[in-house]
C-alpha cells in the first residue's frame, strides 16, 4: 500500500511581524551564548602558542637580561675559582665599546645593500614570469624554483662550501679554463660567496609568496589594462606590483630581521675564509664570546643590543612600507 502523498497547505500560517511591521528576519543560529562558546574555543587554540611564545621567546628574553647585568670575575691567579658580580650595565657599555662587535654591523649593513635587492628583486621577477600568459608549467617550475628553500641551509652551505672550493669544484676548474680567476675565498669576494648562498636558498620561498599575492589581483583589472593597450611589461609593473604592496613590504620586512640574525652561511665560509674571522656577523660575535669565551655576560649584553637594533630596523621599514602603500 503507497503512502500518502503529503500536500502543502493552502494557507500557510503567517511568520510573526516584525516590531517595524514588516515580516521577521530568520533567526541566525548563533546567540550571544554561542558567541561567547566561539571566543572561548578561539582563546583555548591559541593557548598552546602563547605557552610555546613564552617558553622559547620571552623568558630567554628575561634571563638574558639577567644574565647581562653580572660578570664572571676569577680570582687567585685561576685558582680560586669564578664568582658572579653584579656589574650593572658594564656588559652593555664593554659591547658597544668593542671593535668586532661593531664592525660586524658593518658587514651586515653590506651584506644587506648586496643581498636584499638581489633577492627580493629576483623573487619578484621570477614570479610575474611565472604568473604571465606566456608561462607554461608553472606548477613545474613553482617546485623548481622552491626546492633550494627545501635544502637545509646547513647542507646547502656544505655544498657550496665543495663548489667553492679550488682543486675539488668543477665550478672553479671552469673558471680556471676560462682564464677566470676568482678566489671565492678572498678578502673582498668572501662576502659575495655568503650573499649567493643566501639568495640561491631565499629567492624560490619568496618567489612563491609574491605569486601567490599576484594570484589575488582581479583577473578583470588586467582584462582592461590589456583592453587599454597596456602591454605586459607596463602591466607588470604599474598594475601588478603596485597592487601586491602589502606583501613586498611585508617580505621586505622578513628578510631585514633575517639578514641582521645572519650565522650558518657565514659561518662555514669563514672555515676556508680565514680573513672573515670569526666574529663576522654579530651573531658569529655573541657565539665566540659565549662559547669560546665563556663571557656569557657580554654575550647577553650583545644579543639584547642585537635584539634593540633589529626591532628599531623593523619599525623603520615598517614605516617607509605604509607610505610606500599609501603612496
Known amino acids: 500500500m503507497a503512502a500518502p502523498l503529503t500536500r502543502p497547505a493552502k494557507n500557510p500560517p503567517p511568520r510573526a511581524a516584525s516590531p517595524s511591521g514588516g515580516p521577521a528576519a530568520p533567526k541566525s543560529p548563533g546567540g550571544p551564548g554561542a558567541r561567547r562558546g566561539q571566543r572561548r574555543a578561539v582563546a583555548l587554540f591559541m593557548v598552546p602558542f602563547f605557552a610555546l611564545f613564552t617558553a622559547v621567546t620571552v623568558l630567554p628574553m628575561f634571563y638574558a637580561a639577567w644574565m647581562s647585568l653580572f660578570r664572571e670575575e676569577s680570582s687567585g691567579l685561576g685558582f680560586g675559582g669564578t664568582e658572579r658580580v653584579f656589574a650593572g650595565f658594564g656588559n652593555f657599555t664593554e659591547a658597544l665599546g668593542n671593535e668586532a662587535f661593531l664592525r660586524s654591523f658593518g658587514h651586515i649593513a653590506f651584506y644587506c645593500v648586496l643581498y636584499i635587492p638581489a633577492m627580493v628583486g629576483g623573487a619578484l621577477i621570477l614570479a610575474l614570469l611565472v604568473d604571465s600568459a606566456m608561462a607554461r608549467a ?152 659565549a662559547f669560546k669565551g665563556h663571557d656569557y655576560g657580554l654575550a647577553a649584553a650583545s644579543s639584547l643590543l642585537l635584539a634593540l637594533v633589529a626591532g628599531l630596523l623593523s619599525f623603520v621599514v615598517t614605516k617607509l612600507g605604509n607610505r610606500w602603500k599609501a603612496s
Not at 677566470?180 to 631565499?202: L, P
Open 138 to 289: 608553472r606548477r613545474f617550475f613553482q617546485i623548481a624554483y622552491f626546492l633550494p628553500h627545501a635544502v637545509p641551509g646547513l647542507i646547502a652551505s656544505l655544498i657550496w662550501l665543495y663548489l667553492y672550493t679550488p682543486g675539488l669544484s668543477p665550478v672553479t676548474d671552469v673558471l680556471d679554463a676560462l682564464g677566470a680567476n676568482w678566489n671565492f675565498f678572498g678578502q673582498d669576494e668572501a662576502i659575495y660567496s655568503v650573499v649567493n648562498i643566501s639568495a640561491w636558498q631565499w629567492t624560490g620561498y619568496n618567489m612563491i609568496i609574491f605569486y601567490a599575492g599576484l594570484q589575488a589581483v582581479p583577473r578583470e583589472v588586467l582584462e582592461a589594462a590589456t583592453v587599454d593597450g597596456s602591454g605586459a611589461l607596463r602591466t607588470a609593473l604599474q598594475v601588478k606590483v603596485p597592487m601586491i604592496r602589502p606583501t613586498v613590504v611585508l617580505t621586505l620586512l622578513f628578510t631585514c630581521v633575517g639578514a641582521i640574525q645572519l650565522f650558518d652561511a657565514p659561518k662555514l665560509v669563514q672555515l676556508r675564509a680565514n680573513t672573515m674571522g670569526e666574529d663576522w656577523s654579530p651573531t658569529m660575535f655573541i657565539y665566540t664570546v
